[in-house]
């Protein structure tokens, strides 16, 4: 049965669950195929996405590499019960486990799950489970953990709350620095990091409610993190925060967990974005493009005295379509591409000429207000055109609209722009290429961006 375009929207209209979807645009756009750094419509309309399915697929859309993995597998151990094992769940784990002792020198072990979220609320129990039972957590305004009941106790937006209550305690949030925005008004070349000074008097005495002097404890288990906020909108900290903050951290034994679900696997150009930090963490969650976004995947690690068998044993959690057999096949493609290829520096490079034509924008567009990044994990930061810097969600709202339209102009052909939005304000275009995108590509994704933001300014 073949159904037009308006046909399938009215159907989704009356069958489709929107508590599941954004829904940012009205029509939703329907895509019909996909390609390297492409969408492309039912008309054959090409679209240059630069937000990659929220950094799920950053090694390109139907990467042949990849989706042979997949396609081997398929054919031989599609499928097969957690009671049981398979190869690739054994050498997965191990070989992530493995990366995670090279790089920080600790041993540790893999624990799989479906989603991003499952894995953070398994995360979650590890913590309890270790630390008798606490359940208060640190976490980051602008931080982004998920949207189940566990997870959003530890996100930072309400919004994500307000229906449903809280599961446990909500976590107390603590400002992340973010230097364009500093909440206590500093700038980064002489806070001299200000904002953890701020963090580390909560333990001063025990008054300030988090730390009990008289036992050396603190009430808090875990500080949850993104090094590189995601939704928060591409935040990347100034050097030396992270390295001060896990001071503070080891000191009063609160674990640090490092949720690496958007910036994990290069996209930050290290395999652990938190890797530029100079810190080891306790917990790392992951997944997204563990598996390219070819089967849902997900994960953590943990060190050997979290999670050993002892302490941890056999059915703590479980999901029954966790490690399976189709997404560990592809996890470990990706994690032996990963390991053979020298992803850090194509991704850095590519970063950087990226980065250098978004500063050019910067200097003809009064509408950007900030632009920074970290590898290909990118930001624009839209805000007045007055004083470039008071946020402009309407603006960016527009420029969303005309992307989607697919009627920008360069060389004589037509294209639109794929783009995701995040930030505190709704104002900041976060930009997640391909790691695999050509120079070609990013001049191309530069070109359609000015030409976007002359268009808007025009229009409205």
């Given at each position: 049965m073949s159904l037009t375009e308006q046909e399938l929207l009215e159907l989704e209209a009356q069958y489709c669950s929107h508590g599941d979807t954004v829904h940012y645009h009205n029509p939703p756009k329907i895509f019909t195929r996909c390609e390297g750094s492409y969408m492309y419509d039912e008309k054959g309309q090409a679209f240059l996405d630069l937000q990659m399915w929220y950094s799920a697929a950053n090694f390109g859309y139907a990467n042949p590499r990849l989706n042979n993995a997949l396609k081997r597998q398929l054919d031989t151990l599609p499928q097969i019960t957690s009671e049981y094992l398979h190869k690739e769940k054994i050498l997965l784990a191990a070989a992530l486990a493995k990366n995670v002792e090279r790089t920080f020198g600790l041993k540790g072990r893999i624990h799989f799950n479906v989603g991003g979220s499952q894995a953070i609320e398994d995360s979650l129990k590890v913590i309890r489970n270790a630390t008798?039972?606490?359940?208060?957590?640190?976490?980051?305004?602008?931080?982004?953990?998920?949207?189940?009941?566990?997870?959003?106790?530890?996100?930072?937006?309400?919004?994500?709350?307000?229906?449903?209550?809280?599961?446990?305690?909500?976590?107390?949030?603590?400002?992340?620095?973010?230097?364009?925005?500093?909440?206590?008004?500093?700038?980064?070349?002489?806070?001299?990091?200000?904002?953890?000074?701020?963090?580390?008097?909560?333990?001063?005495?025990?008054?300030?409610?988090?730390?009990?002097?008289?036992?050396?404890?603190?009430?808090?288990?875990?500080?949850?993190?993104?090094?590189?906020?995601?939704?928060?909108?591409?935040?990347?900290?100034?050097?030396?925060?992270?390295?001060?903050?896990?001071?503070?951290?080891?000191?009063?034994?609160?674990?640090?967990?490092?949720?690496?679900?958007?910036?994990?696997?290069?996209?930050?150009?290290?395999?652990?974005?938190?890797?530029?930090?100079?810190?080891?963490?306790?917990?790392?969650?992951?997944?997204?493009?563990?598996?390219?976004?070819?089967?849902?995947?997900?994960?953590?690690?943990?060190?050997?005295?979290?999670?050993?068998?002892?302490?941890?044993?056999?059915?703590?959690?479980?999901?029954?379509?966790s490690s399976n057999p189709l997404g560990t096949a592809v996890a470990l493609e990706t994690v032996t591409m990963l390991e053979t290829s020298d992803y850090h520096h194509s991704t850095m490079e590519k970063g950087a000429y990226f980065l250098n034509g978004l500063k050019e924008l910067k200097r003809k567009h009064r509408i950007i207000g900030d632009v920074d990044g970290l590898g290909l994990a990118l930001r624009i930061e839209i805000c007045k055109a007055e004083d470039s810097f008071t946020p402009d969600k309407s603006m960016v709202d527009k420029l969303c609209e005309i992307a989607l339209s697919g009627t920008l102009e360069t060389n004589g052909k037509r294209y639109g722009l794929i783009l995701d939005i995040g930030g505190y304000y709704k104002n900041v275009i976060t930009l997640a290429p391909s790691l695999e995108i050509s120079y070609e590509e990013i001049d191309l994704a530069i070109s359609l961006l000015d030409q976007l933001f002359n268009r808007c300014v025009k229009e409205i």
């Open positions: 008798n039972g606490k359940s208060l957590m640190f976490a980051f305004e602008g931080g982004y953990h998920g949207r189940t009941l566990g997870a959003s106790s530890i996100t930072s937006s309400y919004r994500y709350r307000r229906r449903y209550g809280h599961f446990g305690e909500r976590a107390q949030f603590v400002p992340f620095p973010y230097c364009f925005r500093c909440p206590y008004g500093k700038k980064r070349e002489d806070c001299e990091l200000f904002c953890v000074d701020q963090f580390e008097r909560l333990f001063d005495s025990e008054y300030q409610g988090v730390w009990d002097p008289k036992v050396n404890s603190s009430e808090y288990a875990a500080f949850y993190v993104e090094s590189i906020q995601g939704t928060g909108g591409y935040v990347v900290p100034p050097q030396g925060y992270f390295e001060k903050l896990k001071k503070i951290l080891e000191a009063r034994k609160i674990l640090l967990v490092d949720d690496e679900v958007q910036m994990g696997f290069y996209r930050a150009g290290k395999f652990w974005s938190i890797e530029h930090f100079n810190i080891k963490p306790d917990i790392i969650v992951f997944g997204k493009a563990l598996t390219n976004g070819l089967n849902p995947l997900s994960g953590l690690w943990a060190r050997e005295e979290l999670i050993n068998p002892t302490l941890f044993p056999a059915g703590s959690t479980h999901s029954t379509f």
